[in-house]
């Protein structure tokens, strides 16, 4: 199976930054070397993925599917370390669905195997003449051949893998979406279990470059300087922790979606509809444990277990997550459980993100219904509202890249570009993806965060409308939840919270943990712990200001400005008129003056140069 030979890395004298570099062109590895202080000022995670595609900010960026585009797979200090949900990690790269600055953070517990056999980090470059995989374990590196898997689906290729390789190694992989260089792909780890690193289409990056999937098989020991004083930090939050997230643990984020069809948060019909009680009744998370449900999945080192563990058509599979249930339960009014739960397992198998497909999917009901679209369009599926057997049918032809199917999945933007007129009305996305299962209608700081994430429309790259709902933290100086539909202080408020998820994704840690009692010191208190730091909270605050400022500078490259911070019309000024959003409407353009003013940043969205030299971070020409 062997077509290279090993590598065997050589131990850092550093705690953390021992990164591997593949290159699948030459099939040369090695290792890069970096100083201690990019760590404290990045982190890791995403903030290093940052540092390093900044690099080449002079020169012009490569496109995703280039040879010379990396694809960075990255743990963070805190991966897989005793600190409770902290088996995640990211995957970064340009995207080919948006163009722009691309990441995705997974969970299971690929990350922390990466750092049990030695390593913090994988930067893939160059392109395969043949499929591969690699194969990482505490003995060494090798690049193997994968054309017997290359086709195969995602939990058929974790089986054959670990097979091959060692029955407790865990594998991130891509499926025929991937292969086919869908930009809706995702990357996929944990089998049945289908954690996944879905969103900006870096799948397919992975696909462009012939590799199929990376195994890992670890047995060494993280290393942590301060390990008493960090399990003593630990031992005194985990109590009240479990309790503060045990909803969360009873019914995972499935639970989520009758309280937010209630506040008028889920999309429905498109994000044309603004109530949907019964259908919100028919697959919440109450329902789901008690017709499917056989347990929870836990990532890594977490006590909520928030992974809902199915039975379906006589085997055990990945429940369906809210933003699943909101994309093709709530847009698409499918109220057949069962079926989203197929609809799920589908995208998991062929390596599809649920929710831009499940948008799209939607979006191409409204068009049919519209008239837009006919069965002469749509190989003669009969795409109404509800029809879940022509929603399978077509998620099948989107993966597979066949028929109507090849069409969609080129993604909303290019799909409604291509169709003009109406079709633009109906495609809702932000810098080219699709928003996930939260109206920005429900949230007014919802509404300013799209418009600003670095990846295009997500509620995760801010995480602001927890403060605006039932968290908040007083060291900020937020004693209690600030009025949703308010505009004061949102700019300062989202600002704030997307520095702070960035540290999240770089260190790189559950944002769930919000929930059980995490605040930003005590984050600061476990990245001292580990890494033997003295940072104090001004210099946690600043690295993660850092590291959102450079992904913009990014997309500054990119042609990103204020031009492109803007949502869909529909999410503007289109009053959902019924539920609990009935007529809000988010003053988005105010915001944004306010949000660039906190910021630092120019009237059109970019960061001035003495906020730049204020982070120690160099302008680009534009």
Same mark, same amino acid.
């Given at each position: 199976m062997k077509d290279t030979k090993g590598y065997k890395g050589e131990?850092?004298?550093?705690?953390?930054?021992?990164?591997?570099?593949?290159?699948?062109?030459?099939?040369?590895? /090695? %290792?890069? $070397?970096?100083?201690?202080? &990019?760590?404290?000022?990045?982190? +890791?995670?995403?903030?290093?993925? #940052?540092?390093?595609?900044?690099?080449?900010?002079?020169?012009?960026?490569?496109?995703?599917?280039?040879?010379?585009?990396?694809?960075?797979?990255?743990?963070?200090?805190?991966?897989?370390?005793?600190?409770?949900?902290?088996?995640?990690?990211?995957?970064?790269?340009?995207?080919?669905?948006?163009?722009?600055?691309?990441?995705?953070?997974?969970?299971?517990?690929?990350?922390?195997?990466?750092?049990?056999?030695?390593?913090?980090?994988?930067?893939?470059? /160059? %392109?395969? $003449?043949?499929?591969?995989? &690699?194969?990482?374990?505490?003995? +060494?590196?090798?690049?193997?051949? #994968?054309?017997?898997?290359?086709?195969?689906?995602?939990?058929?290729?974790?089986?054959?893998?670990?097979?091959?390789?060692?029955?407790?190694?865990?594998?991130?992989?891509?499926?025929?979406?991937?292969?086919?260089?869908v930009p809706m792909a995702g990357i996929f780890t944990d089998g049945e279990h289908a954690r996944t690193a879905a969103r900006c289409g870096l799948g397919a990056v992975a696909g462009s470059k012939g590799l199929k999937a990376i195994v890992v098989?670890?047995?060494?020991?993280?290393?942590?300087?301060?390990?008493?004083?960090?399990?003593?930090?630990?031992? +005194?939050?985990?109590?009240?922790?479990?309790?503060?997230?045990?909803?969360?643990?009873?019914?995972g984020t499935p639970g989520l979606v009758i309280p937010c069809e209630q506040i008028g948060d889920m999309p429905i019909r498109n994000w044309r509809q603004g109530s949907w009680p019964q259908g919100a009744q028919a697959i919440s998370g109450q329902r789901l444990k008690e017709t499917f449900s056989k347990g929870q999945f836990r990532c890594a080192g977490c006590p909520i277990g928030c992974g809902r563990v199915i039975e379906l058509d006589g085997m055990l599979m990945a429940g369906p997550e809210y933003e699943t249930l909101g994309t093709f339960g709530g847009s698409c009014v499918i109220d057949d459980l069962g079926a989203i739960c197929r609809l799920n397992r589908l995208c998991n198998q062929l390596g599809l993100d649920t929710i831009e497909t499940g948008t799209?999917?939607?979006?191409?009901?409204?068009l049919y219904e519209q008239g837009i679209l006919t069965r002469a369009d749509t190989d003669g599926s009969d795409l109404t509202w509800g029809n879940w057997q022509a929603a399978v049918e077509l998620v099948r032809k989107i993966g597979r890249k066949e028929g109507f199917g090849a069409f969609l999945g080129r993604g909303l933007k290019e799909t409604?570009?291509?169709?003009?007129?109406?079709?633009?009305?109906?495609?809702?996305?932000?810098?080219?993806?699709?928003?996930?299962?939260?109206?920005?209608?429900?949230?007014?700081?919802?509404?300013l965060a799209y418009a600003t994430s670095n990846r295009g429309a997500c509620h995760l790259q801010g995480f602001s409308h927890i403060f605006e709902r039932n968290v908040f933290f007083k060291e900020w100086g937020y004693d209690k939840p600030l009025d949703r539909f308010g505009v004061e202080k949102k700019g300062e408020l989202v600002a704030k919270s997307q520095d702070l998820m960035a540290l999240f994704d770089s260190l790189a840690l559950c944002k769930f943990s919000i929930f059980g009692g995490v605040t930003p010191s005590i984050l600061r208190e476990w990245l001292n712990c580990v890494t033997g730091w003295d940072m104090e909270a001004e210099e946690l605050s600043r690295s993660g200001e850092r590291i959102f400022n450079l992904k913009r500078l990014y997309n500054v490259r990119l042609g990103i400005s204020r031009k492109d911070d803007r949502l869909p019309d529909r999410l503007l000024a289109h009053r959902r008129k019924e539920g609990g959003t009935a007529q809000n409407l988010p003053p988005l353009h105010t915001m944004l003056s306010d949000y660039y003013e906190y910021r630092g940043w120019d009237e059109f969205g970019i960061p001035r140069s003495d906020k730049l030299e204020s982070l120690n971070i160099k302008p680009v020409r534009r």
């Amino acid at each position: 199976m062997k077509d290279t030979k090993g590598y065997k890395g050589e131990k850092m004298e550093q705690l953390f930054g021992n990164i591997l570099r593949i290159d699948l062109t030459t099939r040369e590895i /090695g %290792k890069i $070397e970096e100083k201690e202080g &990019i760590f404290r000022d990045y982190i +890791g995670g995403s903030g290093y993925g #940052a540092y390093f595609l900044s690099q080449d900010l002079d020169n012009d960026l490569p496109d995703p599917f280039d040879a010379e585009s990396p694809l960075l797979f990255m743990t963070g200090p805190i991966t897989g370390t005793p600190v409770p949900t902290s088996g995640r990690h990211t995957v970064i790269a340009r995207s080919p669905l948006t163009g722009i600055w691309g990441e995705a953070s997974v969970g299971g517990h690929w990350g922390r195997e990466l750092r049990r056999a030695g390593y913090d980090g994988v930067v893939v470059e /160059g %392109k395969s $003449e043949k499929p591969i995989y &690699i194969w990482i374990s505490t003995e +060494g590196v090798e690049i193997r051949d #994968a054309a017997h898997v290359w086709g195969m689906e995602c939990e058929e290729t974790d089986c054959l893998l670990r097979k091959e390789t060692d029955r407790n190694a865990v594998v991130s992989t891509i499926g025929p979406a991937g292969e086919n260089l869908v930009p809706m792909a995702g990357i996929f780890t944990d089998g049945e279990h289908a954690r996944t690193a879905a969103r900006c289409g870096l799948g397919a990056v992975a696909g462009s470059k012939g590799l199929k999937a990376i195994v890992v098989r670890g047995t060494g020991k993280i290393p942590v300087r301060r390990q008493d004083a960090l399990q003593e930090s630990v031992k +005194g939050l985990i109590k009240s922790f479990q309790e503060r997230t045990e909803g969360l643990s009873l019914f995972g984020t499935p639970g989520l979606v009758i309280p937010c069809e209630q506040i008028g948060d889920m999309p429905i019909r498109n994000w044309r509809q603004g109530s949907w009680p019964q259908g919100a009744q028919a697959i919440s998370g109450q329902r789901l444990k008690e017709t499917f449900s056989k347990g929870q999945f836990r990532c890594a080192g977490c006590p909520i277990g928030c992974g809902r563990v199915i039975e379906l058509d006589g085997m055990l599979m990945a429940g369906p997550e809210y933003e699943t249930l909101g994309t093709f339960g709530g847009s698409c009014v499918i109220d057949d459980l069962g079926a989203i739960c197929r609809l799920n397992r589908l995208c998991n198998q062929l390596g599809l993100d649920t929710i831009e497909t499940g948008t799209m999917v939607a979006f191409a009901m409204e068009l049919y219904e519209q008239g837009i679209l006919t069965r002469a369009d749509t190989d003669g599926s009969d795409l109404t509202w509800g029809n879940w057997q022509a929603a399978v049918e077509l998620v099948r032809k989107i993966g597979r890249k066949e028929g109507f199917g090849a069409f969609l999945g080129r993604g909303l933007k290019e799909t409604s570009q291509q169709l003009g007129g109406m079709a633009f009305e109906c495609a809702l996305h932000v810098k080219g993806m699709a928003p996930p299962a939260h109206d920005p209608r429900a949230f007014n700081s919802v509404a300013l965060a799209y418009a600003t994430s670095n990846r295009g429309a997500c509620h995760l790259q801010g995480f602001s409308h927890i403060f605006e709902r039932n968290v908040f933290f007083k060291e900020w100086g937020y004693d209690k939840p600030l009025d949703r539909f308010g505009v004061e202080k949102k700019g300062e408020l989202v600002a704030k919270s997307q520095d702070l998820m960035a540290l999240f994704d770089s260190l790189a840690l559950c944002k769930f943990s919000i929930f059980g009692g995490v605040t930003p010191s005590i984050l600061r208190e476990w990245l001292n712990c580990v890494t033997g730091w003295d940072m104090e909270a001004e210099e946690l605050s600043r690295s993660g200001e850092r590291i959102f400022n450079l992904k913009r500078l990014y997309n500054v490259r990119l042609g990103i400005s204020r031009k492109d911070d803007r949502l869909p019309d529909r999410l503007l000024a289109h009053r959902r008129k019924e539920g609990g959003t009935a007529q809000n409407l988010p003053p988005l353009h105010t915001m944004l003056s306010d949000y660039y003013e906190y910021r630092g940043w120019d009237e059109f969205g970019i960061p001035r140069s003495d906020k730049l030299e204020s982070l120690n971070i160099k302008p680009v020409r534009r």
